[in-house]
């Protein structure tokens, strides 16, 4: 028997059961379907410390911090399926979340100095919800998933799902078709690669 695919989900949103946890547990149920093994963590849960800049992961890509992100860094470098759901705040990811993708500056290290931590059939996908209509809502938040991707030794290209004008607590599920397109999205997510 082929061995699960395991995904791992980052919920960033700091308000539980809200739109993007709901799309979340959607593409999940979409993926357990498909038969992945998947690991859910909600960055509200966590503690995790902003990152200090004090260049200590330069030499080995080890962070000095104790926390939470202990138990993150070995699924974040080892994982090579991670979907991440998050509200737009300001244009970018909420604060408690930043400071994961902050402090997988050790892993960025870690690749750039074992690039045999590549993982090329490795893929991401962000699910993100927002409450305006704005042309450019995801623009930044992209990009951070573009570069925390890479960070961690996953392609810089990923699927998306984003929602817009999506704003009381889980009013997502009055959505004409997001359900329906994150739950497909989480089963094609577990299919492919062993
Ligand atoms: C602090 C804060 C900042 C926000 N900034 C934006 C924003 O820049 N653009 C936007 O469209 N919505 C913004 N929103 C609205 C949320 O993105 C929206 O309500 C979303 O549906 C929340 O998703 P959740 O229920 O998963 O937390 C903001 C909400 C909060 C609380």
């Not at 090579?80 to 970018?92: D, E, M, Q």
């Not at 931590?117 to 809502?137: E, Q, Y």
Request: proline residues 5%; aromatic residues 8%; positive net charge.
């Amino acid at each position: 028997m082929n061995k699960p695919v395991e995904v791992l989900a980052l919920a960033f949103s700091p308000r539980k059961g809200g739109n993007s946890d709901i799309l979340l547990d959607e593409f999940l149920r979409g993926a357990r379907e498909a038969g992945a093994e998947v690991k859910l963590y909600a960055a509200r849960d966590l503690n995790v410390r902003a990152c200090l800049e004090c260049g200590e992961c330069d030499a080995a890509g080890e962070c000095v911090i104790r926390d939470d992100m202990d138990e993150l860094y070995p699924l974040l470098i080892n994982t090579k399926r991670i979907v991440v759901a998050s509200p737009i705040f300001f244009y970018g990811l909420p604060s408690g979340s930043k400071a994961i993708v902050d402090r997988t500056q050790a892993l960025w290290n870690r690749v750039r100095l074992n690039p045999e931590l590549r993982r090329k059939d490795g893929r991401g996908f962000f699910i993100g919800v927002g409450a305006t209509r704005g042309k450019n809502l995801f623009e930044g938040t992209s990009l951070t998933i573009k570069y925390f991707l890479d960070a961690i030794g996953l392609p810089m290209e990923f699927e998306s799902l984003t929602y817009r004008r999506v704003e009381a607590k889980a009013v997502v599920k009055d959505h004409p078709t997001a359900l329906r397109e994150v739950f497909a999205a989480g089963k094609n997510f577990a299919h492919g690669m062993p």
